[in-house]
């Protein structure tokens, strides 16, 4: 079923501003030795040694799985900010893009950008940089459901993929993340900064791929940050 795809912007005098756009082996065997002989266990063979080396080969399968586990999440994780980053956005908005395909559900995805954030970085340094890019995802975090995915994409681009949300709702709480967000100090050293986002907003539709979703998004962010320069 297609769908038109919806855009439009919204303003926000002090938040930026939001666009929505085995092997085998052979042995004789007597039947007698094939009828009465039972599979011996290790302990039989080995006595308590071989249920010793057995634990012991448990526990370090254990550890490494627990280890697989750890770079797993570390590949999948942006240091900067602990949110995910692109190699796990990408494998999300597979999922979605399939989701939508299948379902027909409503999905969108946006893209997210600090304002100015160049100057914070000239003006403050890039140590404030850095503080500025933690308190965004800590807000995105805070701010959104577990089953929303918050991304960073690098620098200071981030995005989020909204399931079952329409553009509408997705669009309103948008504003309200980038109103609370811009409305409060951010403590950078001997600094204290007030720093507003802005974004581009679409809808996943079916037979969509993810170069047209972001492109679109990309697209709507673009005219959200034209805006916010346009206004200031």
């Known amino acids: 079923m297609n769908r038109e795809v919806q855009s439009a912007p919204v303003t926000l005098e002090q938040s930026g501003r939001i666009a929505v756009g085995c092997s085998m082996v052979k ?3 007597c039947p007698q030795d094939v009828v009465s002989s039972p599979p011996a ?5 080995y006595g308590s040694r071989g249920e010793e ?13 627990r ?17 995910a980053n ?19 559900m ?3 995805f946006a893209l997210l950008d600090v304002d100015a954030f160049k100057r914070v970085n000239d003006v403050h340094g890039h140590l404030a940089g ?9 807000g995105l975090r805070n701010s959104f459901r577990r089953s929303d995915i918050a991304a ?5 681009e981030f995005a989020l993929i909204l399931p079952r949300v329409s553009l509408d709702e997705a669009q309103a709480r948008l504003a309200r993340f980038m109103a609370d967000f811009s409305s409060h100090d951010i403590v950078a050293g001997s600094a204290r900064l007030r720093v507003s986002v802005s974004a581009g907003l679409t809808e996943i539709l079916p037979r969509d791929t993810m170069a047209r979703v972001i492109s679109r998004a990309d697209a709507a962010l673009y005219r959200a940050k034209a805006a916010q320069r346009s206004a200031r």
Do not use: C, F, N
């Open 27 to 29: 042995t004789a065997l």
């Open 41 to 45: 266990r290790i302990s039989d063979k």
């Open 53 to 65: 080396d057995r634990a012991a080969l448990l526990r370090e399968i254990d550890a490494l799985r």
């Open 67 to 83: 280890r697989v586990l750890e770079l797993e999440q570390m590949a999948d994780t942006d240091p900067m900010t602990a949110l």
């Open 86 to 104: 692109r190699r796990a956005l990408d494998r999300e908005m597979m999922r979605a893009l399939a989701t939508v395909e299948r379902h027909d």
């Open 106 to 108: 409503p999905y969108a």
């Open 130 to 138: 850095d503080v500025v890019l933690q308190h965004l995802a800590i």
């Open 152 to 156: 960073r994409l690098g620098g200071d």
